[in-house]
């Protein structure tokens, strides 16, 4: 079966910085375009990131653009997520998903998730 599994997670500094990494299996990795979310407390989840099927394209929320930088190794089936600079703010659990749509913002879209990672970032 599809299984996405996320790593990397945990505690740091405001300014400083995390890899997430997510795995998958039980799909064929490059045929879906691959998306981080995070939900922060008491939020919904929303749209960090996506990578198209070949790495040509990447989309970033405004507020993590310039601070984070998704990468994919289709051959190893893993996608990456550098975060840099991190703020308070960034605190959440991070969701990595897969998606044969291409509407890479939208939730609904994705057909697959992890189980998400934590990270948390004091000021």
């Known amino acids: 079966q599809v299984q996405l599994v996320e790593s990397g997670g945990g505690l740091v500094q405001a300014g400083g910085s995390l890899r997430l990494s997510c795995a998958a299996s039980?799909?064929?990795?490059?045929?879906?375009?691959m998306g981080w979310f995070r939900q922060g407390p008491g939020k919904e989840r929303e749209f960090v990131s996506a990578i198209s099927r070949n790495s040509r394209t990447t989309h970033y929320a405004d507020s993590v653009k310039g601070r984070f930088t998704i990468s994919r190794d289709n051959a190893k089936n893993t996608v990456a997520l550098r975060m840099n600079s991190l703020k308070p703010e960034d605190t959440a659990v991070y969701y990595c998903a897969a998606s044969i749509g291409t509407a890479y913002a939208n939730r609904e879209t994705y057909a697959y998730w992890g189980q998400g990672t934590q990270v948390t970032v004091s000021s």
């Open positions: 039980g799909v064929t990795f490059s045929a879906f375009t």
